[in-house]
């Protein structure tokens, strides 16, 4: 073993951040289960072809980020840098393509070599959403709204917004593309060298860039707007009108972009402001063209995927585990009738602490440390009588309960 240190950017998951992440989880779970979305689970490995075919050949993923290594049999295998591919990739292999529309949910690790810092890891989770085979603005609408429900469930719709923007069809961001270079080259000297070598592969990446030199040449950039066809302007009125309808508040950013190369029309974040550099919890937008990239029949689709660390670390209260019940025997001899309790009491539901080992106030110490809502004494003239006693560790009141009682009596804790 070389190190005993974890590989860097992945973390071993504790109890506490456990439960955030599966209250994320579930409640993703819940509001897409609302909307008709099934749950589906791709391998976490693909043919390396799946993405590097799809994601684009300009992508940061493609390019820098991903986890590609020769299997045995000499096959190049790449572990999954999102779920939008292989959902693509299960639709065709299963030939799913007659049953559309399909909704599904999927959540789980994704893996990108990338720089690791708050919010950024290489073994990371998503919960995400993709609804297939509808060419309508209403998909979008769909999604969207139910990304903003998931958030408002989730407690931190007040902490986050949706902006939003279209990239146009495939004609659209052509001539948006050409308008765009035009710009970028007139002011070519002050862009960064990242930006250079996007200049011909990937010029709308640009837009996406960070560097604050960049930043200064994106704000007087040409809108995406101005270069919009009929048909995608009405694609995009009838968004803005369906979301309206949904009532779902958006600001609209002209300058979004989507990292990967599939995306075309609605194109969305979620951003909060609580989270430094690593802002967005939720991405999405529309893949038209994927499907048909990858081999398969034409087949529009709309999704998004969320971030499981970036919004854990939005939830601001710690998720509270049920208080236990704390069983202790008095003394050694009433061990046994302890464990007896103790099964009885979980096989009955309640959430019940039983000690070790120590004598009664190493226990109650114990008691107090897991934050036991009572405790119950078995001492030996109690258990002659038939009884247990039963402190609450709230009021600190104690009373003698008969055992054919108890668990009535602490029905109240649990
Ligand atoms: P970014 O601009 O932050 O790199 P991205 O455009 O690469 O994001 P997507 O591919 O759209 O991200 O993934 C959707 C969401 O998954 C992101 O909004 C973010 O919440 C989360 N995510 C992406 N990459 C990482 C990562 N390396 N670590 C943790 N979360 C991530
Ligand atoms: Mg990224």
Redesign the pocket.
Known sequence: MSSLKPVR?THDILPEESLRRRLVEKTADEVAARYGYGEISTPLFEFTDVFARTLGGSS??VTK?MYTFEDRSGDSITLR??NTAGVARALISNGLAQQLPLKFFYRGP?F?Y?R?QK????Q???V?VELLGVAQPLADVEVIAMAAQFLQALGVGGKTTLELNTLGDGESRGAYRETLVEYLLGRKGELSKESLERLERNPLRIL?SKDPGDRAVIKDAPDMADSLNDLSKRFFDELLEGLETAKVAYVLNPRLV???DYYCHSAF??TTQELG????????GRYDGLIKQMGGPPTPGTG????????AMLIAEPVERRRPIAVIPVAPGQAAPALALAQQLRQAGFTVDLGYSGNMGKRMKRANKVNACAAVMLGEDELSRDAARVRDMDSGEQREEPLASLEDHLARYN
Do not use: K, N, Y
Not at 119 to 122: A, I, K, P, Q, S
Not at 277 to 284: E, I
């Open positions: 950017g940061d993923i980020e840098p999102e994704m990108r990338e690791p919010g950024r890891l290489r990371f989770h998503q995400g996406d989507r990292g990967l974040e979620f550099a690593q802002g967005t919890v939720l991405a999405g998004w995927a969320a971030g499981v660390e970036r919004l």
